[in-house]
Structures are given as C-alpha cells and as structure tokens.
C-alpha cells in the first residue's frame, strides 16, 4: 500500500522569507511524486511533479521539490514567499510500476500562510 | 495542461432529492476519471474510479447505490448523489488523467453540496 505523510498541519513564513512544506512517502516500487495547491472552495492546481531523473524539479509560481530516495521525502521549497501563496498544499503519490494502478494517494494537506 | 470542468461549482438541494454534477475532459479524452470527497480542513478520499463504458469501481465504504457513476463518453462523467440528506453535504471533486501522455491528474474546479 501506497501513502504520504506531510507532518506539518500549518506553515507560517513571512512575505520574501524561503519557505519549505514537508512530505515523505512510502510506496512499495518506485513512486511518481506530485504537489498540487487548493486555494478556498476550488480543485486543486497541479504545481510539479517528480518522475524519473534530476532530483530537483522545477514548477509553477517558483516553487521547486527535490527527491529523495534515501530519506522517501519530496519536500516542496520556494527561495521567496509571497501572500498569495498562501493555500492549502497537497503532497501526492502513485506508484510507477506497470498495473501498479491510477490511484493517486494524497497527504492530509498543509495549510501554508505566508504573511507581510 | 489539461482541462477539466466540473459544473455546477455550487449546489444546494432538499433532504431527498437527488443531485448531479457533471466533470467534463475539455481537451483531452479520458477513460477514467476519479471522484473524491473532500471534508473541510481534510484531504481528498477517493469514492470511485469511473470508466469510460463500463461500471465504476467503488472504494471500500462507498455506496453505489447512493453515489451513482456514469461515465458514458470519453469526455464525460457524472456523479450522482440519490435521495441526498444532510451527511452528504460536502465538497465533492473529479479528475482525470491525459493518457495521451501526461502522468498527472488534472482536476475540476469542485462543487459544494448542501443538503438543507
């Protein structure tokens, strides 16, 4: 069985400071890794996604992630924050492995507020 | 990326009646699409995988009598929520996979269910 933790209910950054949402995973092959963003009463907007080679991957609004393999984390990142980043963050997994299945397996959120 | 619609974004119903809201692929075709329910401050449990010509597979726990599927078209699926009362009140989303290529699911904009 697949899942995603992000420990962290609540991120509190200031406007221009970095900021770093935690997630780690456990998947049984090799994973494909995504961060998706829900701003209030809306779906959710697809940032990045991690699926094979660099371990830095770049996305949308300046946001970056890295993987690795060794501590299963995919901590999403951002060098400058800004208040409108403030949202709600889904960390999500899905197994790569052929007939692995197309679930996707969110985290329980992290409600990032970034304030001036 | 892709596009989904999900419509309507706001619905609010009597106790018994029934409601259906409708989850569009705008430009891309979809053969299956996921239907997640969403309570406030939580993440996203999946109720069902829609396939495009066939039954929907159902999540442990989810009526399929209450919540009816359809997913008669490569561009469309409905879910319908029978005889609604209060406890379905919730925040309902769709999404679907490119599999023209893309490995991340896109997802519709949500809908409020209300049941009063």
């Known amino acids: 069985a697949q899942s995603v933790a992000q420990p962290e209910d609540q991120v509190n950054v200031a406007e221009g400071n970095p900021l770093t949402v935690k997630c780690t995973y456990s998947v049984s092959g090799n994973p494909y890794l995504f961060w998706y963003v829900q701003y209030p009463n809306r779906g959710l907007q697809f940032l990045l996604k991690y699926i094979t080679g660099d371990n830095l991957v770049k996305g949308s609004y300046g946001f970056e992630a890295e993987f690795n393999k060794s501590q299963t984390s995919f901590h999403l990142k951002k060098p400058s924050a800004l208040v409108s980043d403030s949202a709600l963050y889904f960390c999500a997994v899905r197994e790569r492995a052929t007939g692995g299945g197309n679930k996707l397996t969110f985290g329980t959120g992290t409600q990032l507020k970034v304030e001036l | 990326g892709a596009v989904v619609s999900q419509h309507p974004s706001r619905v609010i119903c009597k106790s018994g009646t029934s409601v259906k809201i409708e989850c569009r692929s705008l430009?891309?075709?979809?053969?299956?699409m996921f239907w997640y329910r969403q309570f406030p401050k939580q993440s996203l449990m999946l109720m069902a995988t829609s396939n495009e010509g066939s039954k929907a597979t159902y999540e442990q726990g989810v009526e399929k009598d209450k919540f009816l599927i359809n997913h008669a078209s490569l561009t469309l699926s409905t879910l319908t929520v029978t005889s609604a009362h209060p406890e379905d009140s919730s925040f309902y989303i769709c999404?679907?996979?490119?599999?023209?290529?893309?490995?991340?699911?896109?997802f519709g904009q949500g809908t409020r269910l209300t049941v009063v």
């Open positions: 430009d891309f075709q979809a053969t299956t």
């Open positions: 999404s679907a996979r490119d599999w023209g290529g893309n490995t991340e699911a896109f």
